[in-house]
């Protein structure tokens, strides 16, 4: 057996749209009071302030006097003293002593050395303090022989030697060395010989 199923009946859709209408309707109310403001919740109004005359009161009126400030005359300017037109001078050169080097020649430091027969030259202080000439030989050579002078020479007689007269002088003589010999005469007068080997090289090379 078949079961009998009655057909579904569908809205009425007059009444569909009455409800639609009325749910639109119901919406747009709640906006409108949702939107509207309430008198109780309005600002209140600000009434503007009523403009009323002042009248001055003259007595309580601020006077202001006059302050009188005693200023001082300016100090007069200080006198400035006048320019003057300056020139440098040309620097003063001294004049240089009689004798004195010359500017930009050079000058030895060290002493002149002042030799025999040399003006600068004084046989009693300088050299073997021995002064006199070879004109004075034979008065040497006689106070030689009178003093025995070959008696005082310290060389080897087995070698041949010379001796040869050297200077005077009026005082004993100092710097000598082993081979001379200073003999003095009657007046005070000291001479001054030298002797020297005959075969030594040197001796030779004078000799040739």
Not at 19 to 24: E, S, W
Not at 111 to 128: L, R
Not at 175 to 197: I, Q
């Amino acid at each position: 057996m078949h079961k009998h199923v009655a057909p579904r009946r569908l809205p009425n859709p007059i009444i569909v749209v009455a409800g639609l209408a009325l749910i639109f309707a119901v919406i747009i109310a709640g906006l409108a009071v949702i939107t509207t403001k309430r008198p109780d919740t309005a600002p209140p109004k600000i009434s503007a302030p009523v403009s009323e005359p002042i009248t001055a009161d003259p007595s309580a009126m601020l006077t202001l006097d006059r302050v009188s400030v005693a200023t001082s005359p300016a100090p007069a300017p200080e006198p400035t003293a006048p320019v003057q037109d300056w020139t440098p001078e040309e620097p003063q050169i001294p004049e240089m002593p009689v004798g004195a080097p010359e500017v930009g020649v050079p000058v030895s430091l060290t002493e002149p050395v002042c030799e025999e027969d040399m003006p600068c030259w004084d046989c009693a202080t300088m050299g073997n303090l021995v002064c006199g000439t070879i004109d004075d030989s034979a008065e040497a050579w006689a106070a030689w022989d009178a003093n025995n002078g070959a008696s005082l020479l310290n060389m080897d007689p087995a070698r041949p030697f010379r001796v040869d007269y050297m200077a005077s002088t009026p005082e004993m003589p100092q710097n000598m060395t082993a081979d001379d010999v200073a003999v003095m005469d009657a007046g005070g007068t000291w001479y001054v010989f030298h002797a020297s080997y005959t075969d030594a090289p040197e001796e030779a090379c004078d000799l040739a």
